[in-house]
């Protein structure tokens, strides 16, 4: 898995990926956080980092849709399937490369509570609570995209199918609305927004939100795996 997990990593910065990534979330969260909490006085970072889900919208499906895409493509995907590695480890080294990735920006957000307090009040462990539930909202958000990826052999695809389901996640308490009652009773226990939402503006801390996120990772990681061991034995 060690093995796995480093070509992955090196293939990210060696095709630039990753610095775009890091450069472009890191650049419109900046513009995002002047705005609300250096220009308005907000002294909440939680607020600047809702804002922030129109951005991954594009970022996670350009860093997601190469994972297993682009080898199944290249015809490189046998010689994975044919590893004495097990399919779990492949996937799961792929996967803590994408998470490596994306952890770089959140990182650099870790300074920006620090910012606020040097300049006024700030409330530091409500802001580093939003910033560990916005990593595990990524990390779900990634391992979607993982998934998607493993089913077909065209990028495009896997980065409009990352899309289109983000999209939908973001927006389900909205989609909600257009639903009759009962439907939407039973639809918004599902809404993945909502733990986020309740640390980052109503400073609600459940960890249980936290579980149901490592929850979504651990089945999305599952039904990869079965989709690699579909085509192992096709």
């Known amino acids: 898995m060690t093995a796995i997990y480093k070509r992955e990593l090196k293939s990210y910065f060696d095709s630039m990926i990753g610095y ?3 450069a472009f979330v890191t650049a419109f969260t900046g513009i995002y956080f002047m705005v609300y909490n250096l220009f308005n006085g907000y002294p909440y970072f939680s607020y600047s980092l809702g804002s922030t889900f129109t ?3 594009l970022a996670i499906p350009v860093l997601t849709m190469k994972c297993f895409a682009e080898e199944r493509k290249m015809k ?8 004495p590695v097990s399919l779990t480890k492949i996937v799961l080294g792929k ?3 994408m998470m490596t990735v994306y952890a770089g920006p959140t990182l650099i957000f870790c300074i920006c509570p620090l910012i606020i307090k040097a300049n006024g009040t700030a409330y530091l462990f409500s ?4 910033i560990i539930t916005y990593f595990l909202v990524g990390g ?4 979607i995209g993982m998934l998607i990826s493993s089913l077909t052999e065209s ?3 896997a980065a409009v199918g990352t899309f289109g389901v983000m999209f939908l996640l973001i927006l389900w308490q909205n989609l909600l ?3 009759p009652t009962a439907v939407r009773g039973v639809l918004s226990k599902v809404d993945v927004m909502a733990p986020f939402e309740n640390f980052a503006y109503n400073q609600v801390f459940d960890v249980t939100g936290w579980i149901a996120y490592i929850s979504v990772i651990a089945v999305c990681i599952f039904l990869t795996v079965q989709s690699l061991a579909k085509r192992r034995w096709s």
């Open 76 to 83: 490189t995907d046998q010689m994975l399937l044919t590893a």
């Open 55 to 57: 951005i991954m919208l």
């Open 177 to 179: 609305q257009f639903l």
């Open 127 to 130: 802001d580093y609570m939003t």
């Open 155 to 157: 990028q495009i695809i």
């Open 95 to 97: 996967y803590l490369a």
């Open 140 to 143: 779900v958000f990634v391992s």
């Open 20 to 22: 775009v990534f890091i």
